[in-house]
């Protein structure tokens, strides 16, 4: 499947891997939830809270593309090989949709507070470097 959507791709004019044009949403989405968390704690910008939630629903929207655009790039580019670096990216993917799923459910950005779920949205930032980093690395070979 792999290699029929590539030839597909080649045969459109499109030759780059498809993963890094994606990953902006997941990386975006997530970046803009824990600046608007962090600004809704600022005197009269309580309302931001909800710009910081509904980017965790387009972050969590966002993540199912992106996984299945790098593990795309992975089987063609790097002909699926089990290396460090994607078993991390594999690792820091499952534990940032988990996050964002539970701050999807539990969160209510009418009512927030320096909490746990406060804490949640710091650690999808920690998990979005940590793929940005790895992704990094793995280009740059
Ligand atoms: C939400 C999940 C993910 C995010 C936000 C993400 C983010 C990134 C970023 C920012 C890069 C660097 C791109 C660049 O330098 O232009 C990258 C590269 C890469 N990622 Fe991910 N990644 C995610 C999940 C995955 C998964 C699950 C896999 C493999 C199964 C994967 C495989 C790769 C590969 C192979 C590269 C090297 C560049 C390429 O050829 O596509 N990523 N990723």
């Given at each position: 499947?792999?290699?029929?959507?590539?030839?597909?791709?080649?045969?459109?004019?499109?030759?780059?891997?498809?993963?890094?044009?994606?990953?902006?949403i997941p990386m975006g989405m997530v970046m803009g939830a824990v600046v608007?968390?962090?600004a809704s704690f600022l005197p009269k910008m309580k309302h931001l809270a909800k710009t910081g939630y509904h980017c965790v629903i387009l972050g969590l929207l966002g993540i199912p593309p992106t996984v299945f655009a790098g593990y795309l790039d992975w089987q063609h580019t790097y002909r699926g090989e089990w290396e460090f670096l994607i078993i991390l990216k594999i690792i820091l993917t499952g534990?940032?949709?988990?996050?964002l799923a539970a701050i999807a459910i539990m969160d209510d950005p009418q009512d927030t507070r320096f909490d746990k779920l406060t804490l949640f949205y710091i650690l999808t930032f920690i998990m979005a470097a940590g793929l940005g980093f790895s992704g990094g690395e793995i280009q740059s070979g």
């Open positions: 499947m792999t290699e029929t959507i590539f030839a597909f791709l080649n045969s459109v004019g499109f030759t780059h891997p498809l993963h890094p044009a994606l990953t902006h608007f968390r962090m534990i940032l949709t988990i996050t």
